[in-house]
């Protein structure tokens, strides 16, 4: 059974930068396709960023190119997001997912219900 603990959210002001991990436990890591997903009250979990299991490339949605970086350290079964730049919009729930198929094309990594492992999620809250 894999498991995926996420840690690193909190308060932090508009602008400001915070560093999300996900730990993950009990699989191949290094063979996952890893995503980060948000999820805000009353709306969709929406995707943020993915980094593939080959290549370690990754992916970005547009909201988020140039702020967040998303990496992986297969070393320590870690993935990690860093967010620059928040928002007070992005408030929300943080969520990281691994997904076990091998295909990668943006359309699948960018949608939830392609992720088969889910962590509990993280709070992030950006104060305006």
């Known amino acids: 059974q894999v498991q995926l603990v996420e840690s690193g959210g909190g308060l932090v002001q508009a602008g400001g930068s915070m560093r999300l991990s996900c730990a993950v436990s009990?699989?191949?890591?290094?063979?996952?396709?890893m995503g980060w997903f948000r999820q805000a009250p009353g709306k969709e979990r929406e995707f943020v960023a993915a980094?593939?299991?080959?290549?370690?490339?990754?992916s970005y949605a547009d909201s988020v190119k140039g702020r967040f970086t998303v990496s992986r350290d297969n070393a320590k079964n870690t993935v990690y997001l860093q967010m620059n730049s928040l928002k007070p919009e992005e408030t929300a729930v943080y969520y990281c997912?691994?997904?076990?198929?091998?295909?990668?094309?943006?359309?699948?990594?960018?949608?939830?219900?392609?992720?088969?492992?889910w962590g509990q999620g993280t709070q992030v809250t950006v104060s305006s």
């Open positions: 997912a691994v997904r076990l198929a091998s295909s990668d094309i943006y359309y699948q990594i960018s949608r939830p219900a392609s992720y088969d492992y």
């Open positions: 009990g699989g191949a890591f290094s063979m996952y396709t």
């Open positions: 980094i593939r299991r080959s290549s370690s490339t990754t």
